[in-house]
DNA sequence: GTCTATACAGGGATAGAC
DNA sequence: GTCTATCCCTGTATAGAC
């Protein structure tokens, strides 16, 4: 790993952030070169094109999910299997840029229409729902289960100004999801 | 009213179709205008600019949470006074185009970004969440209310393959909307 | 590994004819 | 009310020097 790295590692972040604060088509790989003093030509070097930036932030978090997808559906559908998948997504959103990544895609969600690996981690989304519910499962039920799941995304960029801890977004998403995972009461 | 009356809706509806599904700034205003078979410059008779299709659009939703936050603020905060305003806003949402517009804004947020009158909505949204709140809220609570109001919104986005109908989604949104504005149980 | 320079396409927007 | 023609800008991407 020479010096390359740092930088291919700095595009990555500075990628990230201006791509979440103004939108990814709103950002040129001007601007990201000049926030890194760099000029577009070294972008191109590290990366083939800018959907290749993208590719790179999202892979990661396509393994995480599909790992976690392929030990579900290896278990029992019981709630307390729901509940481990709901732990361990939980868990598994505080480790490197996870959550910043979803971020990312929720909010350019048809910006990113049609690239490879986009489109590759919204399929295992879906099967992350799917091992949430059974076939028979009620629209109301199954919204539950989405809104489960969204809801450990949204407590990273809901709750703005209020000064929450880490800790304390881990908690509450924790806490509304296993509620929404468990059986409807009635 | 004129002929232009017409153009000026099929312009708002093509343009809203087209957002939705490629991006905002993905679509041009010369694709807009060959799908209805004019030119850009026609556009340009009818909207001042593309951000102004935008606004257009925004208009009779921002109005219709205005109304409903307005009327909030003048009820106490009861159980039974959120649980009516979801009742209202579940409401407001099969009215219009109020959930093609919600979907717009969800799926295009960054783009959207510095939208005078996307703004506007936003601040009314957040206004919509705070009257379903009080000042000592803890996070999970605000969580849960802002699940709520999500939750109808996405259940009209959500549960796509599955054959559901308009009265199921409405029920369903309703059904896990109430649960999420209630206290939660503990 | 990073630069300058440049090609090339496509965007939003305007002027003025019909 | 809609057209043609055009301006100007910014985008992605490449070639080739250092």
Redesign the pocket.
């Known amino acids: 790993m ?7 590692t700095r595009i990555q972040e500075v990628a990230i952030k201006l791509f979440t604060e103004q939108g990814y ?9 000049e926030a ?17 930036i993208v590719a790179s932030l999202t892979e990661d978090r396509a393994e995480s999910i599909q790992a976690l997808v392929t030990w579900a559906k290896e278990q029992p559908r019981t709630p307390e299997t729901r509940r481990e998948i709901v732990r361990r997504y939980s868990e598994d959103m505080t480790r490197g840029r996870h959550h910043e990544v979803m971020r990312f895609m929720e909010r350019n969600q048809t910006a990113l229409r049609g690239h490879g690996k986009v489109e590759e981690m919204r399929e295992r989304m879906t099967g992350l729902i799917d091992v949430l519910c059974e076939p028979g499962d009620s629209p109301a039920v199954r919204l539950r289960r989405s809104m489960a799941v969204f809801a450990m995304h949204a407590v990273w960029f809901v709750l703005i100004d209020q000064n929450v801890t880490d800790e304390q977004r881990i908690e509450a998403a924790l806490d509304v999801a296993l509620e929404l995972v468990d059986a409807p009461a009635g």
């Open positions: 020479g010096a390359h790295t740092n930088t291919r088509e709103a950002t040129s790989l001007r601007e990201i070169a890194l003093g760099v000029t577009k030509a070294a972008l191109y070097y590290h990366f083939k094109t800018k959907e290749d």
